[in-house]
């Protein structure tokens, strides 16, 4: 199957457009379609990179991973941001996630903000693989979590994290203003905002 690429392109017009051309107008021509290539991908990449601000927010933020659960009547997301903590603070977080939140069209909405790529990979391999309900209460299922508790659950200092979490009745959020504590501030939302 033949890809149309910007490359394929210029190659049919060199080779069955210029055919007939003399040297002087095809170098010209090669330039002007260089231009068009390089500024093709210029733009290409300056969308890529102001994408946030596309979306009415003046920070710049990563959705690292996207988990849905949808059942007949219910359906749920989970959305996982990497965000800088230079960017991380109240404001943003309430821009972001009313951003998001607005174009969601889920019954239950969560979304995971970590300010550490790291912590939230284990974050993300935790939910896709939860502890299974048995192991925990078993005496053997201890043990294997006591020992593997630092490996399965991330410390919970050293970096900003905010979940924010929608459901029908309640919009609201939980963040640590302070990367070095490890409680959270609870923060309502208007459902209608």
């Known amino acids: 199957m033949?890809?149309?690429?910007?490359?394929?392109i210029g190659r049919y017009l060199y080779r069955h457009s210029l055919s007939h051309v003399g040297r002087f107008p095809r170098q010209i021509y090669l330039c002007f379609l260089g231009l068009i290539v390089v500024?093709?991908?210029?733009?290409?990449a300056t969308a890529?990179?102001?994408?946030?601000?596309?979306r009415g927010l003046d920070f710049p933020f990563e959705i690292v991973e996207r988990?849905?659960?949808?059942?007949?009547?219910?359906s749920s997301a989970t959305i996982y941001?990497?965000?800088d903590e230079r960017n991380f603070s109240k404001d943003n977080l309430t821009k972001l996630f009313r951003h998001l939140g607005s174009k969601e069209k889920t019954s239950f909405l969560t979304i995971i903000v970590f300010t550490d790529k790291e912590m939230l990979g284990w974050k993300i391999k935790r939910d896709k693989?939860?502890?299974?309900?048995?192991?925990?209460?078993?005496?053997?299922?201890q043990k294997i979590i006591d020992e593997k508790y630092s490996e399965y659950f991330p410390p919970d200092i050293g970096y900003f994290r905010a979940?924010?979490?929608?459901?029908?009745?309640?919009?609201?959020?939980?963040?640590?203003?302070d990367k070095e504590a490890d409680h959270l501030i609870e923060v309502r939302m208007s459902k209608g905002n």
């Open 129 to 141: 693989h939860p502890l299974l309900p048995n192991l925990m209460t078993s005496e053997e299922g």
């Open 39 to 44: 500024a093709s991908f210029f733009a290409d």
């Open 67 to 74: 988990m849905e659960n949808k059942q007949r009547t219910l």
């Open 81 to 83: 941001i990497y965000m």
């Open 163 to 177: 979940e924010f979490t929608s459901t029908n009745h309640r919009t609201r959020f939980l963040y640590t203003p």
């Open 2 to 8: 033949f890809r149309l690429t910007k490359i394929s």
């Open 48 to 54: 890529q990179s102001s994408d946030q601000s596309e």
